[in-house]
C-alpha cells in the first residue's frame, strides 16, 4: 500500500445515518500521511521553556510576527465544510447556523475595530479613545453573550441503551474547548467524547468573543502567563479530581487554547502537588496552541526516565492555523524549547474543529474502522530529534559558561572540554568521577516506533469503546 493511500472499510451493519456519516468520514481520510515526533524531554532536562530566559514583550513581538505568518491558513478553518454528523460544528442546523453568523459578524467586527485602533489612538484624546475602546469592548460582548454558558459542562446521550461500564468510575474525564467555541459547541463535543470513549465527560467553558479576540487573548496567554477566568477555573476542577481519594485516574482532553490553559494549569499543579499525585494525570491536546508543556522527572538518570505525568500526546491537523503557530512551530523551529508528550501531525489536512476535523477522522465512533488515521504507519521524524539535541547542547554550554565562578576578579574562560556527538554532548562534570555524558533525546524509543501504525504507538486509542490501557508509564 502506498504510504499516501489508504482505504477505509464501511461497517455494513451499522444504521443508515450512521453508514452516511462513515462514508463521508471515510472520504476525508483517505490520503493523510502521519509524521511522528518523539516527546522533546530528555532525561537531564537540559531543554527550556521560552518564557524561563526570554522577556515577555520579546516573546509577545515573536508570536505576533509567527501568526502574521500563518494568515494564509486562515481560509482553511472550514474545510472540510461537508458533514452529516449532527454532533458537527457546520451541521446545518439552527444551532450550528446561529454560531456561523455570530461568529462571522465578531470577525467581521473585531478586524475593523484592529485597523482602527491605532488610528483612533493617535487622533483621539485619550480619555476619547479609552471611552471608545470600551464602548467596543462592550460591543463584542453583547454580541458573544448567546455563545456563553455555564463554565461546566457535562456530558449527555441520547442513546437510553447506553452504560458506562461501572469499573471507570474511578476515573474523571475533563475537557476544555479552543477558540471559536461557544456553549452550544463545547456541548457537542463532550457529547461526542463521551460515545467514544464510554465514559461521562465534564468540559470546562474556555469562552469565546470571536475570532480575532480568541487568537489576542492566547498572544496574551502564552507569552505574560496570565491565569484568566478559564485557567482558574480549569486549574480548580482538575486539582480537585486529582486530590479525590476515590479517583485513581483523571484524563484531560483539550483542544486549540485549551492547550495553552492546559500547560498553564500543569505549571501550578507541579508546584502545588506531589508527584505521586501527579501520577493520576493523563493529558491529550488536538491541535494545541500551547507554547510548551513541562514534565518534571521522577528518577534521575541513569535509571531508566519516568516522569510526573506518564503519558502525554499531542494530534494535529498539519494545515490547521493555530497548531502550525502553537505545537507545530514550538517543537520543529525552538529546537531547545521544552514541549513534552508524543507529537502526531495529519500531513496535509486541514481543519481546527474538534469534532469534525479532529474526532471524525482521527478517533471515529467505530471503534473498529480499518484504514484510517489509526491504521497508518507512522513516519518517524529523526532529523528534528538529532538537530533539537545539538542546539539544546551548545544552549547547555553556554548556560554553564555564564554560571561559572569568577577567578581572580575576572570570569572563568571556559573551554569547551568535550565532544559532541549527534545525540549527546560530553562535559567536564566538574566531579571527582570526571567527565559526564549528556543525552538530549531517546533514540531508542523513536527507532522502536519504526514500523508501527498510530493505534500501536497511540495511548489514547486504547480507551476506544469503554477499553482501558495497562497502566505503565
Request: proline share 5%.
Amino acid at each position: 500500500m502506498p504510504d499516501a493511500i489508504c482505504y477505509g472499510i464501511a461497517n455494513p451493519s451499522r444504521a443508515p445515518d450512521q453508514q452516511e456519516h462513515f462514508s463521508i468520514l471515510t472520504s476525508n481520510v483517505l490520503y493523510w500521511k502521519i509524521r511522528y515526533f518523539r516527546s522533546q524531554m530528555d532525561k537531564h532536562t537540559g531543554t527550556f521553556t521560552r518564557a524561563s530566559r526570554q522577556s515577555p514583550l520579546r516573546l509577545l513581538v515573536r508570536d505576533a510576527g509567527v501568526l502574521v505568518r500563518m494568515l494564509p491558513y486562515l481560509p482553511l478553518l472550514v474545510i472540510p465544510f461537508r458533514t452529516s454528523n449532527k454532533q458537527a460544528e457546520l451541521y446545518m442546523n439552527m444551532g450550528g447556523l446561529l454560531d456561523i453568523v455570530l461568529q462571522s459578524w465578531l470577525f467581521f467586527v473585531e478586524i475593523v475595530l484592529l485597523f482602527l485602533a491605532p488610528i483612533a489612538m493617535a487622533i483621539l484624546p485619550g480619555g476619547v479613545f479609552f471611552l471608545t475602546s470600551s464602548l467596543a469592548c462592550v460591543l463584542v460582548y453583547v454580541a458573544s453573550y448567546p455563545m456563553q454558558g455555564s463554565r461546566i459542562v457535562y456530558s449527555k446521550t441520547n442513546n437510553a441503551t447506553i452504560a458506562f461500564p461501572v469499573e471507570h468510575k474511578h476515573e474523571r474525564w475533563l475537557f476544555i474547548n479552543g477558540c471559536i467555541t461557544g456553549h452550544r459547541g463545547l456541548q457537542l463535543n463532550v457529547n461526542q467524547l463521551a460515545k467514544t470513549f464510554g465514559r461521562p465527560v465534564t468540559g470546562i467553558h474556555n469562552q469565546t468573543y470571536g475570532l480575532v479576540a480568541d487568537l489576542l487573548e492566547c498572544l496574551v496567554q502564552r507569552c505574560f502567563a496570565i491565569n484568566t477566568m478559564d485557567v482558574r477555573v480549569a486549574y480548580d476542577y482538575t486539582k480537585a479530581c486529582l486530590l479525590d481519594s476515590t479517583v485513581d485516574k483523571v484524563i484531560l482532553i483539550v483542544h486549540s487554547q485549551g492547550g495553552i490553559i492546559a500547560s498553564l494549569v500543569l505549571d501550578s499543579l507541579y508546584a502545588d502537588l506531589p508527584c505521586a499525585i501527579m501520577s493520576k494525570l493523563e493529558v491529550y491536546t488536538f491541535g494545541s496552541a500551547a507554547s510548551h508543556f513541562n514534565d518534571p522527572h521522577l528518577v534521575q538518570p541513569p535509571a531508566t526516565p519516568k516522569y510526573c505525568v506518564p503519558h502525554i500526546e499531542h494530534y494535529i491537523n498539519e494545515l490547521d492555523l493555530v497548531p502550525r503557530w502553537g505545537v507545530l512551530y514550538n517543537v520543529c523551529q525552538v529546537l531547545d524549547n521544552r514541549y513534552c508528550g508524543n507529537v502526531f501531525v495529519r500531513i496535509g489536512a486541514t481543519g481546527p474543529l474538534f469534532n469534525q476535523h479532529y474526532m471524525d477522522p482521527m478517533f471515529p465512533l467505530d471503534a473498529a474502522f480499518l484504514g484510517g488515521f489509526l491504521d497508518q504507519i507512522v513516519d518517524v521524524d529523526d532529523g528534528l530529534r538529532i538537530c533539537g539535541g545539538t542546539e539544546t547542547a551548545g544552549q547547555v554550554e553556554k548556560s554553564r559558561r555564564k554560571s561559572a565562578e569568577p577567578k581572580n576578579g575576572t570570569s572563568k574562560n571556559l573551554e569547551r572540554t568535550g565532544v559532541e556527538t549527534e545525540n549527546s554532548v560530553i562535559m567536564d562534570g566538574g566531579t571527582p568521577s570526571g567527565a559526564v555524558l549528556i543525552n538530549f533525546a531517546e533514540p531508542n524509543a523513536a527507532q522502536d516506533a519504526r514500523g508501527k501504525t498510530v493505534r500501536q504507538i497511540s495511548r489514547l486509542c486504547k480507551y476506544l469503546d469503554g477499553g482501558s490501557p495497562s497502566n505503565v508509564f
